[in-house]
């Protein structure tokens, strides 16, 4: 073991078996001017850890007493701002998802790269500044709630922020998907990158190609001038693919090959292009069944689902309501310029009685209509103006009987199309449906047409046509 020099600038934990791999490493990190402490194994590895903290540590997979999979899990629990890199055998991805999936920051392959790994460790060290400062911080709590499901998502963000890994993000609308994907970019690796997030769903099926890859001057009609991709714009960052159960067949072929050869072929060029991103995806439907159902490419599903994270709905929380609530009133009313309210006992009431269908996104929405209708400091329950139904995301409204005069209750579009109501006899009946779907997915959307008109199933320009026909601003 190397010894330890009492004042260290950054300081590095370097755990290998084979003593000519120590011996490089160790070389390559003190000309970065690290000091380093090597174990030749697990038990001499835990000694060092139990007596030091490191900014940055490099273990092996294979050793004589354990795995290096065990320095991860408990360098993850104790000292959950030092990043750990994992050493693998050359082409064992296998091991390298593993690393990955128990939190390791990046992986090294044997016979090692020593350009890869001062690159690794230079991402290493900033990545240990921004944890401990997040940690200082407490920036790790933005997103907000001490329930159960809440701490878990929140534990489980701080391991997969750390690794390189894919990762598959579940959860019905609303309940805030890209908050998760900003966090994973923001205390990860790739914070310094760019971040893009793209909604599949909002993209034409003929310009898809064009718009993840890019496209040379004169590759097709329109094509002034070459245009670099979504890939291109995310390099050295994060890539959100949002909706991503909306991808067509077509593309799917063509973006899974783009994940494993991290390379892009813009349209109209012979050449390939190199991308280093990072692919976080997510969907609110089912994307395990539409694999079963043909509808999604398993090979790809695998691809990107290294890692899976469901975010909870907010009916699944309900100890998080108030004070979820009173952090969103605090907001709204700072951007105001205006004190910030309080719910009434009847307010409170009223929301934990309400089911969320829109979950995050309808309680901001909700509250910041209340804000501009309650006089005084205190919301009270009429402020709300809360649905008379809510019902949940998978549960088809019921329709009134043909002769009922009042309008039908909201109807969610992930449940049912308004076009399916064309059999009734009663045109001011089909109208009112669908005028209730397309306020009820305008307010889910927060009112981005592109988006609206892709959660409802229709094309931008047939939304158009129905809010004008419809009357609706």
Known sequence: MAETRSTPAKSALVVDDERDIRELLVMTLGRMGLRCDTAANLTDARALLSRNTYDLCLTDMRLPDGTGLEIVSEINQKHPTTPVAMITAFGNVEAAVEALKAGAFDFVSKPVDLGVLRDLVRQALELHERRRAASEAGISSRLFGESPAMASLRATLTKVARSQAPVYISGESGVGKELVARTIHAEGGRASGPFVPVNCGAIPAELMESEFFGHKKGSFTGAHADKPGLFQAADGGTLVLDEVAELPLPMQVKLLRAIQEKSIRPVGSNAEVKVDVRILSATHKDLAALVEEGRFRHDLYYRINVIELRVPPLRERPEDLAGLADVILRRLAAAQDRPAPSLSPDALEALRGYGFPGN???????????????????????????????????????????????????????????????????????????RAAIQHALQENRYNKTRTAAALGITFRALRYKLKKLGIE
């Open 360 to 434: 995050v996104r309808e309680l901001e929405n909700i509250l910041e209509r209340a804000l501009a209708m309650a006089d005084g400091t205190v919301i009270r329950a009429d402020d709300l103006s809360l649905p008379k139904t809510s019902p949940r995301p998978g549960a088809t409204a019921a329709a009134p009987p043909p002769a009922a005069a009042a309008p039908a209750p909201p109807v969610d579009p992930r449940t049912q199309d308004p076009r399916d109501t064309a059999t009734s006899a009663l045109p001011s009946y089909i109208e009112e449906i669908e």
